[in-house]
């Protein structure tokens, strides 16, 4: 596709239960971030990917929360015994490059919406 | 650490009028990115504009320029001539290795 897909748009889930959030970054970008948006805040980075290997998972907030790109192309969040506290917008990127001095655009996907209940 | 501000959660401009939507940021390094990304209820995030540090011209795109000012860590964005299709919410992001985003402004065109 031209741009970054994430699916699925909408997922509602039980507390307790796990789910996997998907994403398909633009071909050729070598760097994927993902990022989590409360109601009302701006975008808070979880973790970013050069490749395969995860370049910084700083922003991960608990050992629940997981993400993977086996083959540096599509990549998987995955949260474990979700919380209603993790409901968010989950928002991915790509970008041709990254590093220090990144100037080139970063484009997102339209970000899936989850609700834990 | 890096931080981002956007003082002001709300704004509002009458169409064709020109509305200035507020940032600072917070850093120790000398060579960075701005940027001013749109958010609407898409969700989708769009880039609207981008500034490099040690660029002393400020940036410009058609209806959208900025007031980058690098001493005071300030980076103002100006929509002229403001169109309904404007609306929504607005994230200023400086850039180390990844993107700091602002708590946003939203917003609001009236006719």
């Known amino acids: 596709g031209a741009g970054v897909s994430q699916t699925p748009s909408n997922k509602v889930t039980e507390k307790g239960k796990y789910v996997e959030l998907r994403c398909d970054p633009i071909?050729?970008?070598?760097?994927l971030y993902w990022y989590r948006q409360s109601l009302g805040q701006g975008p808070e980075f979880l973790i970013y990917f050069q490749g395969t290997g995860a370049a910084d998972d700083s922003g991960l907030p608990n050992d629940r929360f997981f993400a993977v790109r086996p083959e540096g192309s599509v990549s998987t969040l995955k949260i474990q015994r979700t919380e209603r506290g993790d409901s968010a917008v989950y928002l991915c990127a790509s970008s041709p490059q990254t590093g220090r001095g990144m100037n080139t655009e970063a484009f997102f996907g339209q970000g899936t919406r989850l609700t834990v209940v | 650490a890096q931080t981002v501000t956007q003082s002001q959660p709300e704004m509002s401009v009458q169409e064709a009028e020109t509305v200035t939507l507020s940032c600072t940021y917070d850093?120790?390094?000398?060579?960075?990115?701005l940027f001013w990304y749109k958010q609407p209820p898409s969700r989708q995030m769009i880039l609207v504009i981008r500034q490099e540090a040690y660029k002393q011209q400020n940036a410009t795109e058609n209806r959208f320029s900025v007031n980058f000012q690098k001493a005071a860590k300030s980076f103002s964005l100006k929509i002229s001539d403001s169109q309904l299709g404007d609306a929504a919410m607005y994230f200023c992001a400086y850039n180390t290795d990844k993107l700091i985003f602002g708590t946003g402004t939203r917003l609001q065109v009236f006719p």
């Open positions: 850093t120790s390094e000398s060579d960075y990115y």
């Open positions: 071909s050729g970008h070598t760097a």
